[in-house]
């Protein structure tokens, strides 16, 4: 099963299309820790697409998928020349915490280059 969907790099993208995804997780997870991760990865992957991705008149790509035993969230944008790195901000910053937040509720994430440019920034939850 998947959900693939394209959103404006913007704040409103973003939030308009993390509750499509919500909806979706609803309808295919049963209300378990996975649903709520997988909503979290979402909302911090999005965010930093309509943040550091944006490129005027591009938009970016959202992918959920749920395989046997995996659920893998992709999120694509127009920005190849980004490239999230985690960062480790002072106690009394109030940003700069998301991917650090993905490094420790996914079992595996990553980043790669998305043809013919840009970058898909991707996450993945075993059961």
Do not use: Y
């Amino acid at each position: 099963m998947s959900l693939r969907t394209l959103f404006a790099t913007t704040r409103h993208g973003a939030h308009a299309v993390r509750h499509t995804a919500e909806r979706w997780l609803a309808a295919h997870l049963p209300p378990d820790g996975l649903a709520a991760t997988a909503a979290l990865l979402i909302a911090e992957l999005t965010a930093n697409a309509a943040l550091h991705g944006r490129v005027r008149g591009r938009a970016a790509r959202l992918d959920v998928r749920l395989d046997a035993g995996e659920l893998r969230v992709e999120v694509t944008d127009a920005r190849g020349d980004r490239w999230p790195t985690p960062q480790h901000p002072d106690s009394g910053g109030e940003s700069g915490r998301g991917l650090l937040l993905v490094d420790t509720l996914a079992d595996e994430w990553g980043v790669r280059p998305h043809h013919p440019g840009g970058k898909t920034v991707w996450a993945v939850c075993r059961r």
